[in-house]
Nanobody, 126 residues
Framework: QVQLVESGGGLVPTGGSLRLSCKASEGNFRTYSVSWFRQAPGKDREFVAGYKRSGHTTYYADPVKGRFTVSRDSAENAVYLQMNSLELEDTAVYYC???????????????????WGRGTQVTVSS
């Protein structure tokens, strides 16, 4: 069972940048579909960005397109989320999630993922 650990969250002013990291406890992380989700207070957990397993194509939610970039480093068993031009609405707890088996059409749904990190808080201030 893979364990995921997020890091890199913090407090940043609007327009600032942060880079989140998600590191897995085992190798072959590239064989997992890996995505970032976020959850703001009082809201549902939502898809942010991710990779499908063994693929190179990246997927983004519309609110973050052009501002966020997801990348993976197979040698480090890690996936990163570079967040630029941060907005107040980006304030949330950010979670890394992974799964080896999923129905492709459910890729953006939290219920499709078997493994989750504990999350890292991102707070954007005005």
């Amino acid at each position: 069972q893979v364990q995921l650990v997020e890091s890199g969250g913090g407090l940043v002013p609007t327009g600032g940048s942060l880079r989140l990291s998600c590191k897995a406890s085992e190798g072959n992380f590239r064989t997992y579909s890996v995505s970032w989700f976020r959850q703001a207070p009082g809201k549902d957990r939502e898809f942010v960005a991710g990779y499908k397993r063994s693929g190179h194509t990246t997927y983004y939610a519309d609110p973050v397109k052009g501002r966020f970039t997801v990348s993976r480093d197979s040698a480090e068993n890690a996936v990163y989320l570079q967040m630029n031009s941060l907005e107040l609405e980006d304030t949330a707890v950010y979670y890394c999630a992974a799964s080896r088996a999923m129905i492709t059409s459910t890729f953006r749904q939290p219920s499709a993922y078997h493994y989750w990190g504990r999350g890292t808080q991102v707070t954007v201030s005005s």
